[in-house]
């Protein structure tokens, strides 16, 4: 079975400082990968999605950016943060032809 | 723009009633997902609905998906406790051929009061 993975939990970062989230999934291969951030009370928003190795398409700008390096793994970068990238940033997969997207535990980030 | 809304935002009801929420999108899409989200935690699939007139039941849940009125609703029968959480629709857009995209609602926040 499929699994996908999010690493940290939680971060508390200052203001200026970088950042680095990783996503992976087991047990699929060649998924689409996403990454969406959901701000406090509010819905998700869709930031980057990633069909294969190397191809990111950016969906936002923003001081965000997203690599992947490896199939099944996906990252989220920054090199400075602001205070409005704290939010609750979940990763997804989905494998075609099934439309649906299965989401990660997610990783809520503080910016102080 | 595309936009997907939900009502209501907040609904507070009692245990035993029953209640419906709303979905409208403002694209042409066959594809709406309900997400339950608990506080704190990630999204948990629970309806797919994937064709007009599609409807999906599970437990006190229902979920229907009217695409020619570009409305989803999920219905709520005999609500409990444990069915306290935030719902999200989220419409299926496809593009590139390779990838969806889901645009999502705002989300209804749902308490069940004993």
Redesign the interface.
Known sequence: SQTIHQWPATLVQPVGSPLSLECTVEGTSNP?L?WYRQAAG?????LF?S?GIGQISS?VPQNLSASRPQDRQFILSSKKLLLSDSGFY?CAW?V?PG????????T?LTVL | ELKVEQNPLFLSMQEGKNYTIYCNYSTTSD?L?W?RQDP????E?LF?L?SNGAVKQEGRLMASLDTKARLSTLHITAAVHDLSATY?C?V?I?F?G??????????TLLAVQP
């Open positions: 689409n996403y509010r819905g998700l928003q869709l999605y069909v969906e979940l989905s075609l439309p649906q997207q299965f989401f990660g535990p997610g809520r | 594809r997902y997400y704190g935690k990630s999204l699939s797919v994937l999200f989220a299926d496809p590139g390779a990838t969806n995209k889901l645009i999502f609602g705002t989300g």
